[in-house]
């Protein structure tokens, strides 16, 4: 049984935490009382966000499991705060990636799983809306590959390569 376990990038959440726990810190710091109310309470959701980004990256620091298992049969994808998600080799008809960017700066990307037998058929009016990206609607299950210690072209290459044995 070759069982590939992949575990988080303490890298990258090292840097999400020191600049969350940065702009948190320095948020105590800066004086409100001479600002307009809709500029306090946008610096208070601007706080409570960094916040929880600090707690997400602590959660990730210390996390000793694996984020994603591949077995001989299955995808075993754990999520940081609630149960993990199987999916046999079976069941699944291909991957593709997904990508978000910001004016040219790559932010997210992701492998998305479509099954054979899925749950989520667009409808006709789905595909005429999106009759270029209706394929994205489709997609049941998603690899978030930004946290994993792996690169998504090597992962999906490794998933690919299962599909193929089954």
């Given at each position: 049984?070759?069982?590939?376990?992949?575990?988080?990038?303490?890298?990258?959440?090292?840097?999400?935490?020191?600049?969350?726990?940065?702009?948190?810190?320095?948020?105590?710091?800066?004086?409100?009382?001479?600002?307009?109310?809709?500029?306090?309470?946008?610096?208070?959701?601007?706080?409570?966000?960094?916040?929880?980004?600090?707690?997400?990256?602590?959660?990730?620091?210390?996390?000793?499991?694996?984020?994603?298992?591949?077995?001989?049969?299955?995808?075993?994808?754990?999520?940081?705060?609630?149960?993990?998600?199987?999916?046999?080799?079976?069941?699944?008809?291909?991957?593709?990636?997904?990508?978000?960017?910001?004016?040219?700066?790559?932010?997210?990307?992701?492998?998305?799983?479509?099954?054979?037998t899925s749950a989520k058929k667009p409808?006709?009016?789905?595909?005429?809306?999106?009759?270029?990206?209706?394929?994205?609607?489709?997609?049941?299950?998603?690899i978030q590959t930004d946290i994993l210690?792996?690169k998504t072209k090597d992962l999906l290459?490794?998933?690919?390569?299962?599909?193929?044995?089954?």
């Amino acid at each position: 049984m070759d069982d590939k376990n992949y575990y988080t990038n303490k890298l990258k959440s090292f840097i999400l935490f020191i600049i969350s726990a940065f702009f948190s810190v320095s948020f105590m710091y800066y004086d409100l009382g001479n600002k307009k109310i809709f500029s306090v309470i946008i610096a208070y959701f601007a706080f409570i966000f960094l916040t929880f980004g600090w707690i997400f990256s602590l959660f990730l620091l210390f996390r000793r499991k694996p984020l994603l298992t591949i077995t001989d049969g299955q995808i075993i994808i754990y999520n940081v705060f609630s149960k993990p998600f199987t999916i046999n080799f079976k069941d699944i008809s291909s991957f593709y990636i997904s990508s978000n960017s910001f004016r040219g700066i790559k932010t997210t990307e992701q492998i998305n799983i479509i099954l054979k037998t899925s749950a989520k058929k667009p409808s006709n009016r789905a595909r005429k809306k999106n009759n270029i990206f209706w394929l994205f609607l489709t997609a049941d299950a998603s690899i978030q590959t930004d946290i994993l210690n792996i690169k998504t072209k090597d992962l999906l290459k490794i998933l690919n390569n299962r599909i193929s044995k089954k």
